[in-house]
């Protein structure tokens, strides 16, 4: 039996998996959710025995359901291979009392990977089995990590192209050596001169421009998009939570049953909705800790009831984690009203309006399962230095993040459950932040030369995606106005 989706706005629209994946967005602006989260159908003994790509198979063959077994695994055996510098893909590591889950080991070292290696599969897979002949062009703009990992991703893939624009000047020179680097003659980057929201219009502008399309389906392409709501996106993040219980209990870190805790540094509210998910499936976590940096929109939301973004927008370590809208929490608002659609609708539309909306005391006895909390700039580096001279274990900023909430979670409610804590990013991609952390004295240093501190103070090898990028050459150097994207895309689909 196939699995549906709904949008979380309107009870009108019920697509399949891959027509989810395809649009993206709902028609009516909503984000897709599976009409009902299903239950594993394994063990978890039976789990613990299998390797990470059978278990991604295991879990994603449940919400993807009109794929075909021999489609999903080609899927998930092109996306989760050599690209990831270990066979695990997803390793635990054991410091201080808390299992870090490495979910950095992809090609551009931080989490979007895991999902942004198997999206475009997923999408092209998509796009057969509805008959779709033209060519997909993905369009995306970045303030930095999206914008590499889905080029990474995308690279070279038959029936896809894809653009990304990102600020000139508002990147770090690292995020930028990565990005103009890429290869694959499919791939395009465009510097402009404009800050990130200026990127952001531009691309929205594209995506609604009708006759813009209407000339792209006349020369064979469409716009698509790799946006952290779509399902596609969302549904193999569920795969590592499953995977790291299981390796935990085949280690016999945990018996049985033993209900575990996840914290989650959060941003869009993606991960951590993924840890929800694989809970909902079967999988014995306890509370799912939301993780904020100084933009606390979400531990205020959840100790109030109220999503205000009406802030100042505040510039830290943890730039992935920058947000005021988490776009995902979305889905959580729609799970927890009863799947009400009529009444998500109206919470996002005075989000819209008024930027923010108060939930009823019902929805949120029925986010029990959430505790969010902050760390402050302060904490967070003294986290990565604490850690460090107790353990030798060097963790990156987001990473600390999570770790700083889950010692006060601890200290407030002393519960000694084991925890599992999501490491989104290599300390590799924020060496700056990191070893000013553990010392000042490294500040007078260049990128590359911190990089090489990094690896002798940690006695981690420099993992390839930023050796590659030394002396890499630079082959993208196209840098336009805001107001010339649209030729630009024209030009480069030779239209
Ligand atoms: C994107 C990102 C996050 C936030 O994840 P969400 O799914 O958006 O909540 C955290 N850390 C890093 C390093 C990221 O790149």
Not at 422 to 447: E, G, L, Q
Request: glycine share 6%; hydrophobic share 40%.
């Amino acid at each position: 039996m196939d699995l549906f989706y709904r949008s979380t706005r309107s009870k009108n629209e019920t697509v399949k998996a891959s027509q989810a994946i395809l649009k993206g967005l709902a028609d009516d602006g909503g984000l897709f959710v599976p009409e009902s989260v299903p239950t594993l159908d394994k063990t978890l003994e039976e789990l613990s025995n299998m390797t990470y790509q059978e278990t991604a198979y295991e879990v994603m063959k449940l919400f993807l359901t009109d794929f075909t077994e021999e489609e999903l695994k080609d899927c998930i055996n092109k996306a989760y291979d050599s690209k990831f510098d270990t066979e695990v893909i997803a390793p635990l590591v054991e410091a201080d009392g808390a299992y870090y889950l490495e979910l950095f080991h992809g090609a551009t070292i931080a989490f979007k990977d895991m999902a942004l290696s198997i999206l475009p599969h997923l999408l092209i897979t998509s796009a057969k089995k509805n008959h779709v002949k033209n060519e997909i062009v993905i369009l995306t703009a970045t303030s930095g990590d999206t914008g590499k990992a889905a080029l990474a991703g995308f690279a070279d893939v038959e029936g896809t192209r894809i653009i990304v624009f990102y600020p000139k000047n508002g990147v770090s020179p690292i995020q930028e050596k990565q990005m103009v680097t890429q290869k694959g003659d499919n791939t395009f980057v465009v510097g402009i001169t404009g800050n990130f929201d200026d990127a952001q219009t531009g691309v929205k502008q594209l995506f609604g421009d009708k006759e813009l399309a209407a000339q792209m389906d006349e020369a064979g392409f469409q716009f698509s998009s790799a946006n952290s709501i779509n399902i596609g996106r969302l549904v193999p993040q569920i795969v590592y939570y499953v995977y790291s219980y299981a390796q935990l209990l085949k280690e016999g870190k945990v018996e049985k049953g033993e209900k575990i805790n996840v914290v989650v540094p959060t941003g869009n509210f993606g991960n951590i909705l993924a840890a929800y998910f694989a809970k909902n499936m079967g999988i014995p976590i306890a509370k799912l800790i939301c993780a904020s940096n100084e933009n606390k929109v979400l531990y205020d939301f959840f100790e109030t009831g109220i999503y205000d973004r009406n802030r100042e927008f505040v510039l830290t370590s943890s730039p992935s984690m920058d947000i005021l809208i988490s776009s995902n929490l979305e889905r959580l608002i729609y799970l927890t009203a009863g799947c009400d659609a009529e009444k998500n609708a109206a919470f996002m539309k005075s989000l819209s309006r008024d930027g923010k909306y108060e939930i009823t005391a019902d929805m949120k006895a029925n986010m029990e399962d959430f505790y969010g909390n902050y760390a402050s700039e302060q904490e967070t580096a003294e986290t990565i230095k604490n850690l460090y001279d107790k353990t030798g274990y060097v963790i990156d900023t987001h990473t600390a993040v999570a770790a700083t909430v889950l010692h006060k979670y601890q200290e407030a409610t002393k519960d000694d459950a084991k925890v599992v804590v999501a490491s989104t990013a290599s300390p590799f991609k924020f060496t700056r932040s990191v070893m000013n952390a553990i010392d000042m004295k490294y500040d007078s240093m260049t990128d590359f030369e911190l990089v090489d501190e990094l690896s002798k103070l940690a006695n981690v090898d420099v993992p390839k995606a930023i050796d590659e990028i030394r002396t890499a050459p630079v082959l993208h150097d196209t840098v336009c106005d805001k107001e010339d994207m649209k030729s630009v895309v024209m030009k480069f689909l030779g239209m």
